[in-house]
Nanobody, 122 residues
Framework: HVQLVESGGGSVQAGGSLRLSCAAS????????MGWFRQGPGKEREVVAY???????TYADSVKGRFTISHDNAKTTLYLQMNDLKPDDSAVYYC?????????????????WGQGTQVTVS
């Protein structure tokens, strides 16, 4: 079965950086869509960034210029480099994948998710 395991969360001061990682396993699909979404306390889920099957990237306006999404060549590990973090970035961050094209941002919610990793910015 598909398994996604996130790591790299933690607590950081405003202006600091964190790098999240997500190890994907349990499928042999060559070009999945992979991304990150977050949910803060009392907030709706928000897709932060994703890499489409053709390697094009999409970012939420709130993180453009601060976050960078990438993956390894095998597309088994997904990363999210987060710079200039703000208190509003505090949330549980989830890695997600769709075994195909996402076509639209919210498609990530219908795919497979990890257990999430907490990011706290103070």
């Amino acid at each position: 079965h598909v398994q996604l395991v996130e790591s790299g969360g933690g607590s950081v001061q405003a202006g600091g950086s964190l790098r999240l990682s997500c190890a994907a396993s349990g499928h042999s699909y060559k070009d999945p869509c992979m991304g990150w979404f977050r949910q803060g306390p009392g907030k709706e889920r928000e897709v932060v960034a994703y890499i489409e099957s053709d390697d094009s990237t999409t970012y939420a306006d709130s993180v453009k210029g601060r976050f960078t999404i990438s993956h390894d060549n095998a597309k088994t590990t997904l990363y999210l480099q987060m710079n200039d973090l703000k208190p509003d970035d505090s949330a549980v961050y989830y890695c997600a994948t769709v075994l195909g094209f996402c076509y639209y941002t919210e498609a990530l919610f219908s795919g497979y998710w990890g257990q999430g990793t907490q990011v706290t910015v103070s």
